[in-house]
């Protein structure tokens, strides 16, 4: 069983930069891949970006060059590093892990970006 921990949320002005950690129970290489989805007030849940085993990213053409995906195996830990963030980018962000053709959840961390 695969758990996922989030953290780092919170709300920040329109400009400034947050980070995100999720946290993984097991050992990430031997995620097929990891990634980060996002979810607004009555909206669907999207992806926001995902970093495969190899090292492969990509993100969604509205948060590219001011978001970055990374990964540490060594601390089985998943960053979403979100700058010059806008109000648009508020929504709960959610960690997902894709292992043996399942799909795991974290529980979710709010960004509000507000002035």
């Known amino acids: 069983q695969v758990q996922l921990v989030e953290s780092g949320g919170g709300l920040v002005q329109p400009g400034g930069s947050l980070r995100l950690s999720c946290v993984a129970s097991g050992s990430i290489f031997s995620f097929n891949s990891m990634g980060w989805y996002r979810q607004a007030p009555g909206d669907l849940r999207r992806l926001v970006a995902v970093i495969t085993t190899g090292g492969n990213t990509n993100y969604r053409d509205s948060v590219k060059g001011r978001f970055t995906i990374s990964r540490d195996n060594a601390k089985n830990t998943v960053y979403l590093q979100m700058n010059s963030l806008k109000s648009e980018d508020t929504a709960a962000y959610y960690c997902?892990?894709?292992?043996?053709?399942?799909?795991?959840w974290g529980q979710g961390t709010q960004v509000t970006v507000s002035s």
């Open positions: 997902n892990a894709i292992y043996n053709g399942r799909s795991y």
